[in-house]
């Protein structure tokens, strides 16, 4: 890079480049042509596209947790996939002519709805919801709903002593009497096509035949479930093209009135938009799909296939400027540049590649699936851009708009280069030495994991989530399950042996602090005693009498055992799902499983949403340092082999710690936990925060080659490059910053943190890089020789 | 009661088929429970101390002197000097789930309950140490019917022919005799499995244990040595007893299944069967002077006014009634199903309540200054009197 560039080519370009960008400027109408069809291909591609909220790619595999839980999930499966549709009355209790009605039609309506398991239907109006007496005769019961209901005062009091009797107080009738609920077990495969359950369309029609359908002022549903929150999920995800539009205009107003030419943003524009249609066409050709959190990708490569156009259009315009024709322009712009481009593009993708250390599957897919796209962006931008621009050439605008520039002092570049003099260039350094034992300090108050109640995909505050606080506030149920399994040989889990240890097991998890209570066949066991003896509490334990144990199990829902009775889930439902929740379950757990597993029953952790919760903290918390250890190693190294001096390379360095090291004390202020979506946010800044340095340092010891003292020198760069950083930084923090108001919150919280790391790593470089370079004591002609020859 | 049903299909077998089935029964029960022989008794584990312990599921509550004692599941013990404001855990040896507790006086008091356990405490219920479990019951059961078993050959060997009327019969007991035999013998391999259902003590000597299957156990010497005392009381289809209590008098009433009712004049020795009056569960006895009431199932309750030979029956509640206690000033609270329980003062028909928590009582006592505290399947829970709680 050089103020005064060369028009001809010189000794530096070398030869494979011009013979190359000669090619490429000869072949251009072909070439052109082949991008359009790739475009095509690709574009096609994208019919095949889908949104993806798979469950099993955001947990940690290989834990063995996960192992154990997914080893088992067949016969856990009946554990929970339901929806919960509950209906309040906003004006009195669920005992009332018209509630009853509307509760009738809406359990109607429920059972048609495609994807429910009708035999498995609950409410107060399906024939399996039963209360039982027992009278000297033996067992009496009968429906709920009594036979001659007509909606009088006198059936409906006769439903009230049902309803008493059923025991569904907390369960299907709310604690207040004021609300029931719906429960609509679901079907994963459809019994007549097979096909899988499509949540988002299940979602949809609870939304249209039910909530819509049936609320009022006085009556009000909520809606729980898995399903419910894949559905939300997704149609959360489908704003994000409306944040990608958002992206793209600003973007394109902020080139616009950094270059002011038409021809130069459409082609900058054009080529970036052309690389998300590759990178999003090639998902469906290597299988996967758009889940929440790859769909940060397509923002990632637009952002990043801008600023490396900004550099290009850059050049191409003082070139075009500099009356080179502009297919002549085109082709030294790619000489002088697809080298530099190449490398800084190849330290991001390596940067990303870095994220495939951490065992999750999503985090894994999105270092995959970011690297390919700054694959693509090579081919986009580095060697499509200028064939474009060879055809468009710039406008007059640009014209008169380098010549306005090139008469300016470019005054705020020279306040900026003050920073590398030596009164200024301590107080950074000693303000940067306070920052970093601020945040050092306030790192370590970062928690893993998730810190909200609710589903932690979705904001407190979503519809969702109020309405699973509804169902916890008023029925005696938790949305926070930790499951463990207990193995014992087959057809030996209703064993006495076996139960009393499940027992014990309960007994000794309930007096954990964040436990509310555990369920398991034992507790349906001693229910099920206890029924057989008139209901009487006294009977409530179980018995050392097989035949009597065998009677009580027969009862037992299938998905509290497995199919040969050789696995029980024991369900712990938890208070919260916070970390130290789940550690002191865990530590509990692990110390019974030490103490009494056995060939003859062996407790193993964990499934349930807190289960698998803990076994990503678990993964997360030795994750989070490894990946630093890679990205950094990863990046030094890169330095290192650019510049071959470790006082270059720790300029560069020092001010990305000093950004990731603020990002973690961010989360720790925000409350954001360091969990799946925000583990990959500091290896994304490094890979792509080191760009600056590079291009910045490169510049700076051009300038100090050249004989010129620190302060002149930077001024120069900045000149330079110093604006094409500035606008890099600002158009990644613009790309990702839209994702702050998305309502799913962990894309939220990527939106934030990567905003953040990018903005600072752009003042990191144009600000903290100098004052460091005076403080290492760079100087004229000192690092001629060490340093890199500039090319770079 | 499935080895009633049991007795009924294959009570016309051939009696050496019989003892060769049950030998095979008992040395497969011997392979079986020897191979499934674990390291770990969760029941011979002390009780665990247990967070909220007035929460968890408490089955009998008494009173201490100024004191409330409540036992419960897996061995919780809890005793308040506070009206039941607050707990305090005892220290237990075992975490069998207790069904019954009874004081003597502040200091002496008994628990018992599943796997045939029983613990005494000297100290106001806060320690407690194992006086009696159910392998001591079962060894106890099979001596028992293996002395009937035998005493009833002996009797045939000495009949003569001309006594067939008499001699069917004797067979015919015989052979229940040798079933019971079997089941006790595989109840030995088994372990302690049968619960007691309640226990009673007249002083700090002479107590009656009773509990499922026709389990009935006596002591003399304050539970030093507890010796089976079923041959005093007749019940062959050995149902289960569910409840002993004095009257003013002295007289021992002791209910139980299928409307089973007796009266003991010796402290326990001999009983005599009264009634029939009902034929479901009896879940209870309570007395006030002279007068005595028995209550049970669908809300039955029944009641005698000279000394259990007539019995007159109440309204019932609409709820089972599963305890229930007579306070100071002559009131007699029933609990049961549900949260329900009644009032009844002296003089005075019973009214019925029904507590919010809507969750079942097992047992209720008041504490001597006025406050009453009912447990079960919720814990502990304060019951309001007089004014409508509904």
Excluded at chain 1, 373 to 383: E, F, K
Aim: aromatic share 10%; hydrophobic share 45%; glycine share 10%.
């Amino acid at each position: 890079m050089s103020s005064e560039e060369s028009l001809t080519l010189t000794e530096e370009d070398g030869r494979l480049r011009p013979f190359l960008g000669a090619l490429l400027l000869r072949a251009r109408a072909p070439l052109i042509l082949l991008f359009v069809i790739l475009t095509a291909f690709f574009g096609w591609q994208l019919r095949g596209l889908r949104p993806d909220a798979s469950f099993e790619k955001m947990i940690p595999v290989s834990h063995p947790y996960i192992v154990n839980f997914l080893e088992n999930r067949e016969d856990l499966s009946g554990l929970g996939n339901a929806v919960r549709i509950i209906v309040e009355n906003k004006n009195g209790d669920i005992f009332s002519r018209e509630f009853q009605q509307t509760l009738q039609e809406i359990t109607d309506e429920v059972f048609y709805i495609n994807g429910v398991d009708r035999a498995g239907l609950q409410s107060l109006w399906t024939p399996n919801v039963r209360w039982l007496e027992v009278t000297e005769e033996g067992f009496v019961g009968g429906a709920v709903i009594p036979d001659d209901y007509d909606g009088s005062p006198q059936a409906l009091e006769k439903l009230r002593a049902n309803t008493l009797k059923s025991g569904q107080i907390g369960r299907l009738v709310a604690n207040n009497f004021r609300s029931t609920i719906i429960v609509a077990p679901l079907v994963e495969r459809d019994p007549k096509t097979g096909e899988r359950l499509d949540y988002q369309q299940l979602s949809a029609d609870l939304e249209a035949l039910v909530r819509d359908k049936y609320q009022t002022e006085d009556l009000r549903i909520h809606i729980t479930g898995f399903a419910k929150l894949v559905g939300d999920l997704i149609d959360g995800a489908s704003l994000v093209g409306t944040f990608f539009a958002v992206a793209f205009v600003i973007t394109a107003v902020m080139l616009f009135l950094y270059s002011r030419c038409h021809w130069s943003t459409f082609a900058a524009l054009l080529c970036s938009t052309v690389a998300v249609v590759w990178q999003l066409g090639l998902l469906p050709i290597m299988g996967l799909g758009l889940d929440p959190y790859s769909m940060l990708v397509p923002f990632l490569v637009f952002a990043v296939g801008i600023s490396h156009s900004v550099q290009i259009i850059n050049r191409f315009a003082h070139l075009s400027h500099s009356a080179v024709d502009t297919r002549e322009a085109a082709k030294l712009t790619f000489v002088r540049l697809s080298k530099p481009g190449f490398i800084a593009l190849l330290s991001d993708g390596v940067g990303f590649l870095t994220l495939r250390v951490i065992d999750i599957p999503v985090i894994q897919e999105l270092a995959l699936i970011a690297s390919t796209g700054i694959a693509v962006l090579v081919l986009t931008n580095l060697i499509l851009l200028p064939l474009v621009l060879s055809y468009t050439g710039i406008s007059q605008r640009c014209h008169r708009y380098r010549d306005d520039k090139l008469n300016s002092e470019y005054r705020h570049w020279h306040q900026l280069s003050a920073a590398s003099l030596p009164r200024n260039a301590k107080l950074i350094v000693a303000a940067c030495t306070v920052l970093f034992a601020g945040g050092w300090w306030l790192a370590q108050q970062q928690k893993i994991g998730d810190l909200d109640p609710g589903a932690p995909e979705l904001r407190p505050h979503s519809r969702y989530n109020l309405d699973t606080a509804f169902l916890t506030d008023n029925y005696s149920t938790s949305t926070d399950v930790f499951v463990v399994m207990a193995h014992t040989p087959p057809q030996q889990c209703g064993n006495y042996q076996s139960l009393a240890a499940i027992d014990h097991f309960q007994a000794v998890m309930e007096n954990v602090p964040g436990v509310q209570s555990a369920l398991s066949l034992v507790d349906i066991s001693k229910l099920v005693i206890m029924g057989m003896n008139e209901g009487n509490p006294q009977w409530h334990a179980l018995s050392r009498n097989q035949y009597i144990l065998n009677n009580s199990l027969s009862r037992v829902p299938s998905n509290l055992l497995n199919t040969d009775c050789s696995m029980v889930p024991v369900i712990l439902f938890l208070e919260d799902h916070k970390a130290d929740t789940l550690d002191q379950v865990i530590a509990a757990a692990e110390g019974f499983t030490e103490q009494y597993n056995s060939e003859h029953i062996s407790f193993r952790l964990a499934a349930g949403n807190a289960g698998v919760e803990a076994a990503t903290n678990i993964v997360i918390r030795t994750a989070q340092n490894r990946m630093l250890i890679w990205v950094y190693g990863v990046v030094i190294v890169l330095c290192l082999l650019n510049f071959r001096s470790l006082k270059i390379t720790a300029c560069i360095i020092l001010p990305l710690m000093l950004t990731s090291l603020l990002g973690q004390a961010l989360m720790a202020m925000l409350g954001i936990g360091v969990k799946v979506a925000t583990l990959p946010v500091i290896a994304l800044g490094v890979g792509i925060g080191v760009d600056y340095g590079i291009y910045i340092y490169t510049a700076l010891a051009h300038f100090l080659r050249e004989g010129q003292d620190l302060r002149s020198a930077y001024f120069s760069a900045l000149k330079t490059s110093g604006t094409a950083v500035a606008f890099t930084g600002l158009t990644l923090a613009v790309g990702v910053g839209t994702w702050i108001y998305s309502p799913i919150k962990f894309q939220a919280d990527m939106g934030l943190m990567l905003t953040f790391m990018f903005f600072w790593n752009m003042v990191g470089a144009l600000l903290v890089l100098p004052a460091l370079a005076w403080l290492f004591g760079a100087k004229p002609h000192q690092q001629v020789t060490s340093a890199a020859d500039g090319k770079a | 009661m499935t080895n009633n049903n049991k007795q009924v299909t294959a009570r016309h077998w051939p009696r050496i088929v019989r003892q060769v089935c049950a030998a095979i029964a008992l040395s497969l029960a011997g392979v079986v429970t020897g191979s499934s022989a674990y390291a770990n008794d969760f029941e011979a584990l002390p009780a665990l101390t247990v967070a909220e312990a007035g929460k968890r599921v408490l089955l009998d509550i008494t009173r201490a002197g100024g004191r409330l004692v409540a036992v419960g599941e897996r061995g919780v013990v809890l005793y308040s000097d506070t009206g039941g404001d607050t707990w305090q855990q005892a220290v237990v040896p075992h975490s069998n789930t207790l069904t019954s507790v009874t004081f003597i006086d502040a200091q002496n008091g008994w628990a018992a309950g599943h796997g045939g356990i029983i613990l005494h405490s000297g100290d106001g219920g806060q320690t407690w140490h194992k006086q009696f479990d159910g392998n001591q019951a079962n060894r106890q059961w099979l001596n028992f019917i293996q002395q009937r078993r035998d005493s009833l050959a002996e009797t045939i060997e000495e009949l003569d022919d001309s006594q067939q009327a008499e001699r069917d019969d004797l067979e015919y007991r015989l052979d229940d005799a040798e079933y019971a035999l079997e089941d006790a013998a595989l109840a030995l391999q088994t372990g302690p499995v049968d619960p007691f259902l309640d226990i009673w003590f007249g002083d700090a000597k002479n107590g009656v244990a009773v509990g499922a299957y026709g389990m009935i156990y006596r002591t003399e010497d304050g539970g030093e040595n507890w010796v089976i005392a079923a041959a005093g009381i007749e019940n062959p289809d050995r149902y289960h007893y569910y409840d002993v209590d004095a009257d003013r008098s002295g007289r021992l009433y002791l209910s139980g299944e299928a409307g089973l009712m007796y009266r003991s004049l010796d402290g326990g020795r001999q009983w005599q069967r009264l009634g029939p009056f009902y034929d479901g569960s009896l879940f209870g006895v309570v007395t006030r002077g002279e007068e005595v009431m028995a209550y049970g199932l669908r809300g039955h309750i029944f009641k005698s006014v000279d000394g259990g030979t007539r019995w007159q029956s109440l309204p019932a509640a609409p709820f089972s009634l599963y305890g229930g206690t007579r306070l100071a000033d002559g009131t007699v609270i029933l609990v049961g199903a549900g949260g329900g329980y009644l009032l009844g003062p002296e003089g005075a028909p019973f009214t019925s309540k029904l507590h919010p928590s809507r969750s079942s009582f097992s047992s209720v006592s008041g504490d001597g200054s006025g406050r009453v505290v009912a447990v079960g399947m919720n814990g502990a829970a304060a019951l309001p009197q007089g004014e409508a709680s509904e």
